[in-house]
């Protein structure tokens, strides 16, 4: 009897996982009648180029992000030159638009804010600048179009629009910053010099440093925090207390979870510290997803609920820019196979569209059943893998889904061979 009990109960809980491995395993294409259901929920895009002329394709973006304060734009590679002018076209349009006024990049925060010299001041050159900013991935032509762009807007558009970052994977450009903060006050820069001393000896890129190190390095910091300065205003101040934490995040970088919700503190601190302000944010996929506490994505939904979106970004084929082998090189991608989501989606003929996936998840039609659940969808970051995707519920990490067909690499403006 025991027994009988037994084999029941593991075909009730066995028959459901084994159907919907079947499922997934025999669904080569998309059946007529679930293709008819999605296309209810894509919306056909023109070009990805930011300079093309008609934007009336890119209306829906605005039905799409309504009253919502901050746009989180992904990327399913670092390397794709069509994800990027897609993006700086997006860009364009909500800061021209929806009046969007800050730029904000997955990008160390101190270097990052030195644009803003260039894009109010006209002062310093922007790919020296860019250069500063560690990795290749934003020294691109693609990247130097859009400062250009935001420079050419600023000389004839008020309020202007600011550029940050929101990444801490670096001390130098805080510190760097704090220093000119001491030297601009004739202030002594001893506790500096002390400061900047520990952190080049424990210079560790991202891996954490040694608890002792980081007990020295907050005495420090807390002398600098305490220290009476005469600042001309009230945002120099904050700035310069923003800088100081960088530095406290950075020496407790130990895994990328971390980062992400230092990411999350960083965008939050935007938005504090602005006026009126509306926030483009820019960063891989993973980061912008909502789907759990992994995600930077998840701490802004957390706190500001319906005034983030987000809009993930595929593409079935082509190529991308990446690191292979330590050469930055173009990778040809893999095509996406069968029972991908990107491979569903080639499958409609559509160069390029906007997917409403937050439509599709509230309607939870049977027709959609396939992208409900979790799907394989291509994930590589600044470099490459044997297989580029990877399972992930797509509804629940994203709101919208820009689909593009085939992608090109991203064009360096700076030789690293």
């Known amino acids: 009897m025991i027994l009988e009990k037994t084999k029941f109960l593991f075909f009730l809980i066995v028959l459901p996982f084994f159907n919907i491995q079947i499922y997934s395993q025999s669904k080569k294409e998309l059946k007529p009648e679930e293709k008819e259901y999605l296309l ?142 001491y030297n601009q006050y004739q202030i002594p820069s001893n506790e500096i010099e002390d400061l900047e001393k520990i952190l080049t000896e424990e210079n560790r890129g ?35 207390m923003q800088n100081i934490r960088i530095i406290e995040q950075k020496i407790q970088i130990s895994n990328m979870i971390i980062r992400d919700q230092f990411m999350a503190e960083n965008v939050s601190w935007i938005m504090k510290n602005n006026l009126n302000p509306k926030l483009i944010v820019s960063a891989h996929n993973y980061h912008i997803s909502k789907l759990n506490k992994q995600r930077m994505g998840f701490y802004i939904n957390e706190k500001f609920k319906n005034d983030y979106v987000n809009f993930g970004f595929a593409f079935y084929k082509g190529s991308f820019t990446g690191s292979l082998n330590r050469q930055l090189k173009t990778i040809i991608a893999q095509t996406a196979p069968s029972g991908t989501l990107e491979y569903y989606l080639s499958s409609f003929n559509i160069p390029i569209f906007i997917l409403d996936l937050k439509s599709i998840s509230e309607e939870s039609n049977p027709l959609a059943r396939w992208i409900l659940k979790d799907i394989r969808m291509r994930k590589t970051g600044s470099g490459t893998e044997n297989n580029e995707f990877q399972l992930t519920n797509v509804v629940q990490s994203f709101d919208y889904l820009i689909f593009i067909n085939e992608s090109s690499s991203s064009k360096l403006f700076k030789n690293y061979n």
């Not at 021209?96 to 904000?104: A, E, K, R, T």
């Not at 670096?170 to 510190?175: F, H, I, M, T, V």
């Not at 907050?218 to 945002?235: A, G, T, V």
């Open 206 to 240: 991202v891996r954490s440093y040694t608890n002792r190190s980081q007990n020295l390095i907050r005495e420090i910091l807390s002398k600098i925090k305490n220290r009476d300065l005469p600042f001309k205003s009230p945002e120099e101040k904050e700035r310069f």
């Open 40 to 181: 209810k929920f894509i919306h056909p895009l023109q070009s990805c180029e930011p300079n093309f002329v008609d934007n009336s394709d890119l209306k829906i973006i605005e039905k799409l992000v309504s009253q919502s304060k901050i746009v989180g734009l992904g990327e399913s590679t670092h390397g794709s030159s069509e994800i990027y002018k897609m993006k700086d076209r997006i860009s364009r349009y909500l800061i021209s638009n929806s009046l969007f006024n800050i730029f904000s990049l997955e990008a160390n925060m101190p270097e990052s804010f030195l644009l803003n010299s260039y894009l109010l001041e006209n002062k310093n050159d922007p790919k020296k600048i860019l250069e500063g900013m560690y990795f290749w991935i934003w020294q691109t032509q693609e990247t130097l179009n859009f400062i250009e762009w935001l420079k050419q807007y600023n000389k004839i558009h008020s309020p202007k629009v600011t550029f940050d970052g929101f990444d801490m994977q670096y001390a130098s450009g805080a510190l760097h910053q704090i220093k000119n903060v």
